[in-house]
């Protein structure tokens, strides 16, 4: 079992940016892919974006396409999200999760086993 902490997250304005980390340790992230959900007030779990195990292939929600990027350093065991042009919709706590299925790209929670305890964005209007 891999163990996620994140880090990053914080109060911002519209517009800025902001990155989060996702550190691993106990198992090398390089057996995982690895994905960012969040969780918006009042709302259940929704996809953000999701990596394969060697940063071959990504895919992101619609509705952060073009504005967020995924990316990782299996050297470093951390997974990073890198958010640009934030709106106040993007207010959530944010989630890594990590997926042994090493070259999917899921976005259904229940596919990933292993999950951080959460970073709080909040976006100011």
Not at 34 to 51: C, L, N, S, T, Y
Not at 62 to 91: C, H, W
Request: charged residues 20%; aromatic residues 10%; hydrophobic residues 35%.
């Amino acid at each position: 079992q891999v163990h996620l902490v994140e880090s990053g997250g914080g109060l911002v304005q519209a517009g800025d940016s902001l990155r989060l980390s996702c550190a691993a340790s106990g198992r090398t992230l390089s057996s995982y892919a690895m994905g960012w959900f969040r969780q918006p007030p009042g709302k259940d779990h929704e996809f953000v974006a999701v990596i394969t195990w060697n940063g071959g292939s990504t895919r992101y929600a619609d509705s952060v396409k073009g504005r967020f990027t995924i990316s990782r350093d299996n050297a470093r065991n951390t997974v990073y999200l890198q958010m640009n042009s934030l709106k106040p919709e993007d207010t959530a706590v944010y989630y890594c999760a990590a997926d042994p299925a090493t070259m999917r790209l899921s976005v259904r929670p229940a596919e990933f086993g292993s999950w951080g305890q959460g970073t709080q964005v909040t976006v100011s209007a």
